[in-house]
């Protein structure tokens, strides 16, 4: 029974359709994210002043075995409350569910204001939507 079950898994991840991620796409915070694949992988940038607090946002995502499913990592530069503008490492890890829904978790940082030094590093949920 198990067999079977497990089989059944491996043959619907198969028959599972290819979500075009090509496009910009667009979080709940207003930031967008313009994607583009390159073979198997995604390259991930933020569209220009789509959120003031990223001034750059750089994303290489590389396809995984399962379908419509990346994993990589980045960089960004954010303009903190004080007006200081620090540099950050990124990880992300997303599915394309969808045509038009993208889901997946991504590096949360909280860093000094003072210095940029990370003072403590989370995961947060990445919920996007194609912008029409």
Known sequence: MKALLLT?????AQAMPKNDP??????????????????????VEIVPDSNPRYLT???????????????????FKARLQNGRECEFDTEWQIVVVSEERIIGVATQVFPDPDTCAVVEQGQMQVDLTRKQ
């Open 8 to 12: 059944l898994l491996v043959v619907l």
């Open 22 to 43: 090509n496009g910009v796409w667009r979080a709940e915070s207003g930031s967008e994210f313009e994607f583009r694949q390159v073979g198997s992988d995604i390259e």
């Open 57 to 75: 946002y750089e994303l290489q995502l590389e396809g995984t075995e399962e379908p419509n499913t990346y994993k990589g990592s980045g960089r």
